[in-house]
């Protein structure tokens, strides 16, 4: 049977407007997907949705359509978004309004029963991570467009493919395989070299890299690719660090599949092409992850700049002027970050920043009984006092939780073009996630001269945040490299080495196939990204920080 070949064309609420344009212009495409939830978006829309209750879903995407709707008829190729969010039937009704305004005839599906919000009282937007089968139930019955509201993000790969190639439930194997593609496919430009750790190497053009696609087969094996004369480029290295990216042990697990990330091979299958196989899967948990939001509380900073000498003495005195205003506020948070050079020749090198977080469920003692006592010291404390901004009237924060219920609490339902509401069976077959036996790791390299340098030399990292946890992905790109690596970074290296860890709960996976190894940090972002619990609320920088860390590294590898 004919590959499916499926693009993406958003990677976030957010991301390249054009890009909807960009892919079904650039060449042939069966289905264009596009992402637009994460956690803190969810949030996002449950805040607009409080303004507006016929809100709640991406307006973005239904600003996209109506430039390229026409052009997705014209050309046959089927859309399959998450724009729906909080309220997928509203925007399914949006887009028929949309194509009747432009004189297109256009069969609008969505897929809906995520929504748990009523069951969980006092929470902004509570919602569960569905499958892709109510996708598939749209696509096989004609429609042109689905819009979904929380699926999860492979879900928008595995929904078209198991309609393509006529998949059930139980081939694990072909849905594993087209997980495992969605996966990469999801943080669009992720996969084709953006925030890609070895961005500098060669004289590749990343200054607008393409959206990626896949080719995938009936079989679940799938080549990652992207429209010629794109930018940015596919190769192993791209493609390792997506796969890393914001997951956890060797068992993916989701409400279809779960599928073994330590079961995937990688190859290069030419120029920008590299081919996925070896995919196994197995049956899903027995329950589906809910994402609830709630609102938090309320937070304010303000960041203190402190130029040239006595930078610790500067530091101490505007904390003493400013705790007694401090003193009923819940938490608290000072950082000092010492951005000062020693006889620096500009001003901004010569300073260091101070930085105040404050949160609790008053708005108005992290409000104007902050802001009012930050700047009543502007005359009154260490020489050359000022702010990079002055403080504001308290915001609101939230928090993600994550809790999960059987797959028979939600009622997924595929709503058709012509009205017709067909009900997608909850899985049959279940099995209880754990994780696998360690795998065998390589014979650790002889010994040898070493010499002191940065991890980033010999390995890439990717990093990011599930709820209040955050994952680290390392990997070498040779044989030697993860010789060396299996055996050297462990998680007592690991907490050496990024010390914001130690008293944390770190879990090390190893992936021998992808020579690599992931590391689960638990608790680093506090309640999450929206309650902005650290620096990097996000923990996209993690890896990062932990490539410039410098240990003893054979010669042989530098």
Known sequence: MKPLRIGNA???????FDALREMLTGGELDVLTGDYLAELTMLILGRDRLKDPEGGYARTFLRQLEECLGLAQERRVRIVANAGGLNPSGLAARIRELADRL??????????????????????????????????????????????????????????????FGWGPGEYDRLAGAVVAGHV?????????????????????????????????????????????????????????????????????GPDVT????????????????????????????????GRNRLGGFRNEVTFVLT??????????????????????????????????????????ASALLRLVVRDTDQEAVGRALSGAAVELALASYPGFHVLAPPGKGSPYGVFEDVYVPHSAVDHMAVLHDGRRIPVDPAQETAVLEYPP?????????????????????AGARSGDKGGNANVGVWARTDEGWRWLAHTLTVDRLRELLPETVDLDVTRHALPHLRA??????????????????????????GEWLRSRHLEIPESLL
């Open 308 to 349: 040239g000498l006595d930078i610790e003495a500067k530091a101490a005195l505007v904390r003493e002027q400013l705790e007694p205003h401090l003193a009923k506020v819940t938490d608290v948070r000072w950082d000092l970050v010492r951005t000062d050079r020693p006889d620096a020749d500009t001003e901004e090198t």
């Open 517 to 542: 190894l992931n590391f689960v940090v638990a608790g680093i972002l506090g309640e999450g990204v929206a309650a902005q619990h650290r620096f990097d609320p996000q923990a996209k920088a993690l």
């Open 438 to 458: 360690e795998p065998p790791l390589p014979a650790p390299l002889p010994p040898g001269p070493t010499r002191r340098a940065p991890l980033g030399l010999v």
């Open 10 to 16: 958003s990677g976030f609420y957010g991301d390249r």
């Open 259 to 290: 599928a073994r990330l330590d079961t995937v091979r990688l190859t290069q299958d030419g120029p920008d092409r590299v081919r996925i196989s070896g995919v196994r899967g197995e049956a899903p948990p027995p329950t589906l992850k809910v």
């Open 185 to 253: 496919l999801e943080c669009g430009t992720q996969a084709t070299g953006g925030n890609y750790a070895f961005f500098a190497d060669g004289e590749r053009d990343l200054r607008r890299p393409g959206f990626p696609l896949a080719e995938l087969h009936e079989d679940g094996t799938a080549v990652i690719t992207k429209h010629p004369g794109t930018g940015g480029f596919v190769d192993v290295g791209t493609v390792t660090a997506q796969l890393l990216y914001e997951t956890q042990g060797a068992r993916y697990a």
């Open 103 to 164: 004189g297109l005839s256009v069969r609008v599906a969505h897929v809906e029963g995520d929504d748990l919000t009523a069951e969980h009282p006092g929470a902004l937007a509570a919602h569960a991570y569905l499958g892709g089968f109510g996708i598939a139930a749209c696509l096989r019955a004609g429609a042109d467009v689905v819009v979904t509201g929380r699926v999860t993000d492979a879900a928008l790969v595995t929904g078209p493919a198991a309609a393509h």
